[in-house]
């Protein structure tokens, strides 16, 4: 197998390095995770479709930076075997096939795995759907960049135009403002989401040419990617309603 397949897998749930235990879980024909992040303002899914690399299994990965890191250290080329212990995993075995390099990755018991909470009382529509395109993606991403101390995004709405502010105060402030466009419109309340997490998530799947932020009034937003045989699907809570 290629092992860009695992490492695009990884990139697209750690978020630059904000989540790091997760469960695996393969049913033969695709790779899926779901995840939280720590502060609770992102949850989230990836499933890589046509995997058949793993047979049917849960695996617990406590600390996937160093999961990252062993996989590294081999080729592009690699072969993946799970070795167990009754019915339970406990590694993850990896050898370049030209090199015959191998590594290994200890697998965690699931119960020390945080599970993400089932997605309750999602708002019965999004009532804003803003164009998310490479323009958008780079833009964003650049903005956060220069201003690396900004905490949120705010989404602000008015007379039927939509801008994104990276480092919105009601103070003068240094900030970035972008138009964006609307794929469904309303004017709704300024609302604020966590900016590092959204460029990380932005950076992750910055290859896709298509995507549509959807918000909601009642503090959520949703953005899914489809790219190749992944797809990404992530929330946000509105950093109002973080606890």
Known sequence: MNKSQLTNFITKYTLGGEIKSTKWTSNGDSLSTRFISGDK????????????????????VYNTGQLSSLLSVLGDDIELNLSQSGDKFIS??????????????????????PTPPALKNLPDSFELGIKVDPYFVNTFISGKGALSEAETFTILTENGETKIVIGYASIASNRVTIPVETTKQADIEPISFNA???????????????????VSSAGLSRIKFSIDNYDSEYFLVSTQAVN
């Open 41 to 60: 303002s992102v949850v989230g899914s990836v499933m890589l479709s046509k995997f058949n690399h793993l047979a049917p299994c849960e695996l617990g």
């Open 92 to 113: 993850m075995e990896f050898e370049d096939t030209k090199r015959k390099t191998k590594s290994k990755y200890m697998l965690s018991d699931l119960s020390v795995i």
């Open 196 to 214: 590092n997490m959204f460029a990380s998530i932005l950076n992750a799947n910055k290859d896709c040419e298509s995507a549509t932020l959807e």
